[in-house]
């Protein structure tokens, strides 16, 4: 953190990514997930009063717009005083003005369970049994990690990923997964590797509507990259069957993240019937 005299003692664009830096590492550690070495530690001065200096420094900027003033101003009179909201507020505005806006990865992502207890050791989860999801060739970390959220979420038992996905352990696809990759149990297969003895399906357009789709009891879903789709190789595994599900705006496309929240969604509500 940075003394606010030293702050306003810089000035333009130096004063600028400083500050958006400075609201960033705020927000972490009122969160409680602060960076290592940046952790709030000025005695003297609560925490929230800190940030009420800084942001004030914010409406000095002469080139802040007047409904971003505005808006800041109003979020700093609110009582209760909501620290995180005004240092959201201004970082975004100042990357704005920078000319940089936050990345997937750059998110301040908000303060979860452990997956481990007390001793270190990973809890127990809860989860259908026999449930999987194949993911083929995913490229994107985000993407990634959100599947293993929405699975671990849902209740999925396990989560294959073909030689052609992003590494799970890559820093951005482990922040979108919010801790999930660790408790979830997964394995990196070819698709001629995964079990024979269980229902495989896919993910994918020209299959039968989800809402008339007989899902199975235990099953491996397989769902394709985001550019490509399923491969013609994963649809003849798929044995079991195509589930589609139907869309009717223009474009008629969905990120692959979300098209498999929705089918675990419905899974979920046949597996409990």
Not at 10 to 20: E, H, P, T, V
Not at 58 to 68: C, I, M, N
Not at 92 to 120: K, M, Q, R, V, Y
Request: glycine share 8%.
């Amino acid at each position: 953190m940075i003394e606010p005299y030293k702050l306003h003692q810089l000035s333009g664009g130096q004063k600028r990514r400083k500050l958006a830096l400075t609201f960033g590492a705020l927000e972490r550690d009122i969160a409680g997930i602060p960076e290592k070495g940046m952790e709030y530690n000025f005695k003297n001065m609560p925490r929230a009063d800190y940030t009420k200096k800084i942001a004030e420094i914010v409406l000095e900027d002469p080139k802040l717009p007047q409904s971003a003033a505005a808006e800041l101003k109003e979020l700093i009179a609110t009582q209760p005083f909501d620290e995180r909201r005004v240092c959201n507020c201004a970082r975004n505005h100042l990357l704005e003005l920078i000319g940089t806006f936050p990345a997937e990865w750059d998110l301040i992502i908000a303060p979860h369970e452990s997956p481990l207890d007390e001793n270190g050791i990973v809890k127990q989860r809860k989860f259908y049994p026999g449930t999987a999801v194949y993911a083929e060739d995913i490229r994107s970390p985000f993407n990634l990690g959100s599947i293993f959220r929405t699975a671990e979420g849902m209740g999925a038992e396990k989560v294959f990923i073909s030689p052609g996905c992003v590494d799970p352990e890559q820093p951005r696809a482990v922040r979108s997964g919010m801790g999930c990759i660790e408790t979830m149990g997964w394995e990196r297969k070819s698709i001629e590797e995964i079990p024979e003895d269980i229902p495989v399906f896919a993910l994918e357009t020209g299959g039968t509507p989800i809402e008339e789709f007989k899902f199975p009891e235990k099953g491996i879903c397989i769902i394709g990259s985001e550019e490509l789709g399923v491969s013609p190789q994963a649809l003849k595994r798929a044995t079991y069957g195509t589930v589609t599900i139907p869309m009717i705006g223009l474009k008629a496309s969905l990120n692959v993240g979300v098209a498999f929240g929705i089918l675990m969604q419905k899974w979920v509500e046949a597996l409990n019937k």
